[in-house]
T-cell receptor, first 110, second 111 residues
């Protein structure tokens, strides 16, 4: 069966610091991968998606970036965090019959 | 107008009650409809997946789609305290990358 991992689970970072969140998927090949941000009361915001290694599409212009160095690895990065980057970050994968989410990373920027 | 509208609640019901959760949408091209359950501080979990109109039942859960009214529902029978969570609806026109999520309805089932 497929499993999706995210780490770290929680993160507290100062404004202006860099960020790296990692997501890996097991049990499937060539999945579509997604990064979402969930802010309280605002639903799920799609940030990036990837249909293959090195292929990244950005949905929302911001100071975040994403990379897919391996088939089942998806990384979310920032060079300098802003206060507004705080939120719950979710990685997801899709087979086309649904979207499956990881456990999430709660990021607090102070 | 938002693509998907969902009443945020909160909704509070006694144990054993029948719960009805709903979403409306504006895009008549939507064909795939999903319900997710999200416990506090956890990722959303796919509960129900429905294609086009009709009903789908899985245990105590029934998903209903009315495309003519652009309205979807999730019914929970014999609700349990463990059903306390936020429920999100989601939908798409195809199996591609554009999914539209509701903002979620917070449900509490009181023992």
């Amino acid at each position: 069966s497929q499993t999706i991992h995210q780490w770290p689970a929680t993160l507290v970072q100062p404004v202006g610091s860099p960020l790296s969140l990692e997501c890996t998927v097991e049990g499937t090949s060539n999945p579509n991968l997604y990064w979402y941000r969930q802010a309280a009361g605002r639903g799920l915001q799609l940030l990036f998606y990837s249909v293959g290694i090195g292929q990244i599409s950005s949905e929302v212009p911001q100071n975040l970036s994403a990379s897919r160095p391996q088939d089942r690895q998806f990384i979310l990065s920032s060079k300098k965090l802003l206060l507004s980057d705080s939120g719950f970050y979710l990685c997801a994968w899709s087979t086309g019959t649904g979207r499956f989410f990881g456990p999430g990373t709660r990021l607090t920027v102070l | 107008q938002k693509e998907v509208e969902q009443d945020p609640g909160p909704l509070s019901v006694p144990e054993g009650a029948i719960v009805s959760l709903n979403c409306t949408y504006s895009n008549s091209a939507f064909q795939y409809f999903m319900w997710y359950r999200q416990y506090s501080r956890k990722g959303p979990e796919l509960l129900m997946y429905t294609y086009s109109s009709g009903n789908k039942e899985d245990g105590r859960f029934t998903a209903q789609v009315d495309k003519s009214s652009k309205y979807i529902s999730l019914f929970i029978r014999d609700s349990q305290p463990s059903d306390s969570a936020t429920y999100l609806c989601a939908m798409s026109a195809n199996t591609g990358n554009q999914f539209y999520f509701g903002t979620g309805t917070s449900l509490t089932v009181i023992p």
